[in-house]
């Protein structure tokens, strides 16, 4: 394809929302960069080049480790919840080994509380298929005009 972006690495950028493709580029259709008038800013506007024998795009589709206390599993937002309940089954568990037996009883009833409550999102989110296999991905792009 011709094109007037040279980098595209530097000039094209490319998000997903839901099953739409969004293609923006900060490089006019004479190959100038845009900027405006306040700071020098790049402006990301749809791209204005035509796409005639397809579009390849490379990602990355590993998630980032969990590392510190503070940091965010990689998954998404929805399911950060179950995760917490797995936490807590587990911390439930060893708790009732540290604990009379009168109370541990309490803690492993919490312990299978949370450990169905994960299990049930297993089975209500698991066949959605959120691995990260590689293979052929079909998305329908927007109309950007």
Same mark, same amino acid.
Request: aromatic letters at 8%.
């Given at each position: 394809?011709?094109?007037?972006?040279?980098?595209?690495?530097?000039?094209?950028?490319?998000?997903?929302?839901?099953?739409?493709?969004?293609?923006?580029?900060?490089?006019?259709?004479?190959?100038?960069?845009?900027?405006?008038?306040?700071?020098?800013?790049?402006?990301?506007?749809?791209?204005?080049?035509?796409?005639?024998?397809?579009?390849? &795009?490379?990602?990355? +589709?590993?998630?980032?480790?969990? =590392?510190?206390?503070?940091?965010?599993?990689? @998954?998404?937002?929805? *399911?950060?919840?179950?995760?917490?309940?797995?936490?807590?089954?587990?911390?439930?568990?060893?708790?009732?080994?540290?604990?009379?037996?009168?109370?541990?009883?309490?803690?492993?009833?919490?312990?299978?509380?949370?450990?169905?409550?994960?299990?049930?999102? &297993?089975?209500?989110? +698991?066949?959605?298929?959120?691995? =990260?296999?590689?293979?052929?991905?079909?998305? @329908?792009?927007?109309? *950007?005009?």
């Amino acid at each position: 394809m011709a094109s007037n972006i040279k980098y595209p690495d530097e000039d094209a950028v490319w998000y997903i929302e839901g099953d739409k493709l969004a293609l923006l580029t900060n490089v006019d259709s004479e190959g100038d960069t845009r900027t405006n008038t306040k700071g020098g800013r790049k402006l990301w506007k749809a791209i204005a080049e035509s796409v005639t024998d397809g579009l390849l &795009l490379h990602y990355h +589709g590993e998630p980032n480790s969990v =590392k510190n206390l503070i940091d965010e599993p990689d @998954i998404d937002n929805s *399911l950060h919840l179950f995760i917490v309940d797995y936490v807590k089954c587990k911390l439930f568990m060893d708790r009732s080994a540290t604990v009379p037996a009168e109370e541990a009883s309490r803690h492993m009833t919490l312990s299978n509380l949370h450990e169905r409550k994960w299990k049930d999102a &297993l089975v209500k989110f +698991g066949g959605r298929k959120r691995d =990260k296999t590689g293979g052929s991905r079909v998305l @329908i792009p927007f109309n *950007l005009r």
